[in-house]
């Protein structure tokens, strides 16, 4: 098979789809009902004419009108005999009506037309095979396309049905997924809680040692904040521990409140630096979440200021303006060279914060500035 042959047989059902389309099937059927009319027309009275067009034309509304065409079909059945129109009619009440009462009723007005169509015949009552032939033959003519309307309004109900499976099945994966993934976290936090408190714990007893065997009033001073700050370290790493347990086994023991704007001014005193802080945040009491995003915001920048900027001046800001909470952390550039190494960090807190804001509606921005400092701004909307 050459290169060409594939292309010719991919690009074949794209060059029979428009025999599907929706203009297609609403348009050749009329057609061929117009020629079955001119067929049968010749040598007709024109009224008989006018009602073969009526039967024609009706057609175009079928699929909004059914019922409505299927009975001015009929009187060009009646009077002219002719078969496509009616037959179209019946199909379209029959693949539009649920229930079987109207197609059946139409197919059989449309067989007892066909059988009693005018002019009458002189021997129409006789008991003759003829006759009883043609009774057959208008009974199948009104029932074949009440049955195939049928058979098509169950293959689009089925079709419908199928679509609504698959698409509650995909929902049902999705919701699994998300449970997995939502039972990884999980796991993970728990995990990273064992292994960071482990550390912490031994950062805690090693403060504690030298705070006892240090004759230094700054060495006992240091180990003492660093033996506080572990404590506190940890009790924060089992409150998140403890708001995934609580919420994966129903465990009822009471937590501990989440930080909230109160608890900013505590934080900026115990962080050490040289902070000058203005918060005023409106006589409106904010949702949980504003509140602890921006105590977050506000931790988060003390912390990196500790880390990468130390002896710089801090100016921390929170303000309401117009239903939205503005938290601003600024510092300078660092002023104590002598300082440390700058403790490792991941990248993350920045990212968490972003996050933060964006789940609230707000938004997150950070950067250096001009004088050489770093800035953090929260808008946080109630």
């Known amino acids: ?191 990273m809680h064992d292994v960071v408190s482990h550390q912490v714990s031994l950062i805690s007893i090693q403060a504690g040692a030298i705070q006892v065997a240090s004759t230094d009033p700054a060495s006992r001073d240091g180990a003492r904040t660093i033996r506080e700050l572990s404590v506190r370290t940890l009790d924060e790493l089992r409150q998140m521990v403890g708001v995934l347990r609580a919420a994966g086994i129903g465990n009822r023991t009471p937590l501990a409140p989440q930080p909230t704007l109160a608890d900013l001014p505590r934080l900026i005193d115990d962080s050490g630096l040289p902070v000058t802080h203005r918060i005023d945040t409106g006589r409106r009491d904010w949702p949980e979440a504003v509140e602890r995003a921006a105590y977050r915001t506000v931790q988060e920048g003390l912390t990196n200021i500790r880390k990468h900027a130390p002896g710089a001046r801090v100016t921390v800001r929170v303000a309401a303006r117009g239903g939205k909470l503005h938290v601003e952390v600024r510092n300078g550039p660092p002023t104590d060279r002598t300082a440390a190494a700058p403790l490792p960090g991941g990248g993350h807190g920045l990212v968490g914060l972003r996050e933060r804001a964006a789940l609230l509606g707000g938004s997150f921005t950070a950067g250096p500035t001009p004088d050489g400092g770093f800035s953090l701004h929260a808008v946080l909307p109630a």
């Not at 007005?109 to 009883?132: C, K, M, Q, T, V």
């Open 1 to 191: 098979m050459t290169s060409a042959e594939p292309a010719a047989e991919a690009s074949a059902p794209h060059r029979w789809a428009w025999l599907r389309s929706p203009r297609t099937t609403l348009l050749v059927p009329v057609v061929a009902a117009a020629l079955d009319s001119a067929l049968v027309a010749k040598g007709s009275e024109p009224w008989q004419i006018a009602l073969s067009a009526l039967s024609v034309v009706a057609l175009l509304g079928r699929r909004r009108y059914p019922l409505t065409v299927a009975l001015l079909t009929l009187p060009g059945a009646f009077f002219n005999e002719i078969w496509l129109a009616p037959l179209t009619g019946v199909y379209a009440v029959s693949a539009a009506y649920p229930k079987p009462r109207i197609p059946v009723a139409c197919a059989v007005s449309f067989a007892l037309i066909e059988f009693f169509h005018w002019p009458f015949a002189p021997d129409l009552f006789a008991l003759s095979r003829d006759n009883a032939l043609y009774a057959i033959q208008s009974a199948m003519l009104g029932a074949g396309p009440a049955a195939l309307g049928m058979l098509t309004r169950t293959r689009r109900e089925l079709g419908e049905r199928v679509t609504e499976l698959t698409e509650g099945r995909q929902r049902e994966s999705r919701l699994i997924a998300e449970r997995v993934l939502t039972a990884e976290r999980a796991r993970l936090a728990r995990e």
